[in-house]
């Protein structure tokens, strides 16, 4: 076990570890009277057997003087991977769109380096690029907040919450006033609390297979490809047998027009795994082959 404890940025905390690996580097100027001292190590979590790299490096300008004059030499230890210290990177952020994702991650990198004035200046950016996306482009940020509640995006205490970012952001970005790191942690949980909501619960449900509405085509398309199996191939069947005890997940006011699409691929060779055979009381189909496999990213 090492002497000093570590945080380990699984257990979220100071944690004992034991080395694995350890080289050493040293040198300094000329007349040897600056050296420097590097040392890498590849570190273990003695709790949760996560794996760190550890940089720790010193040099004899780094020193301090203690009460009675004599000097004390200190390090700078480095982890990595980068870490938070408090609340959790989202884990499904593939599922948010791109234009959105690509700010988060980047003010995740600068809230690992401790970039507190870039990191509110993502957060609040996070949010405009929220907007950007749901077609919310009207007046300035405060208006667009209130619109994505009065449009149902969001509860009023969501978007009052949101207005929170905004004003941290303004404030970090237009007046250079450098954010608390507590108040960001609790910003940045607001932040994953919506980009959850909107972007990666319900996709998280489809996948675990937990039943939802389906009131959109690519929706129906997916329900469709994955109802249809190799005993099918070569046989007939309504829409209704084909979808099974799932032709509940779909809104009656949305039933036929879904189909209808459906049929219209059919006709225009985009869909290729089925031909409709009879017309025009009830659509009977014939399963031509397997539906290829198609990864949903």
């Not at 694995?20 to 040293?26: A, C, D, F, L, N």
């Not at 907007?131 to 208006?143: E, P």
């Not at 970005?173 to 959850?196: A, C, G, M, Q, T």
Request: with cysteine; aromatic share 10%.
């Amino acid at each position: 076990m090492m002497k000093e404890k570590y945080f380990c940025r699984n257990c979220k905390g100071l944690r004992n570890h034991k080395l694995i690996h350890e080289v050493k580097t040293r040198g300094g100027d000329d007349n040897d009277y600056f050296q420097w001292i590097r040392k890498y190590s590849i570190i273990e979590c003695l709790g949760c057997e996560t794996v760190s790299f550890l940089e720790v490096y010193g040099d004899t300008e780094m020193v301090a003087h203690n009460e009675d004059g004599e000097p004390d030499y200190y390090f700078d230890n480095f982890i990595y991977p980068l870490y938070l210290e408090q609340s959790e990177e989202l884990e499904y952020v593939h599922y948010i769109p791109d234009s959105i994702k690509v700010i988060y991650r980047e003010t995740i990198s600068a809230f690992k380096t401790n970039s507190y004035i870039l990191t509110a200046g993502g957060l609040r950016a996070i949010i405009e690029a929220i907007c950007n996306h749901l077609k919310i482009k009207k007046g300035n940020l405060a208006d667009r907040i209130d619109l994505l509640h009065n449009k149902g995006h969001l509860t009023l205490s969501e978007s009052k919450r949101l207005h929170s970012i905004r004003f941290l952001g303004n404030d970090a970005l237009h007046e250079i006033e450098k954010p608390k790191k507590d108040h960001l942690f609790i910003l940045l949980d607001i932040v994953n609390h919506l980009l959850s909501n909107l972007f990666i619960n319900d996709k998280i449900l489809k996948g675990k297979l937990v039943e939802t509405i389906i009131d959109k085509y690519d929706e129906y398309i997916k329900l469709i490809r994955n109802k249809i199996d190799k005993d099918m191939i070569g046989k007939e069947f309504s829409m209704r047998e084909i979808l099974g005890k799932s032709i509940r997940l779909i809104p009656k006011t949305e039933y036929k027009k879904l189909e209808d699409e459906f049929k219209k691929e059919i006709n225009s060779g985009e869909i290729d795994y089925v031909s409709i055979i009879k017309e025009p009381d009830e659509s009977i189909y014939k399963i031509e082959k397997e539906p290829e496999f198609v990864f949903d990213w």
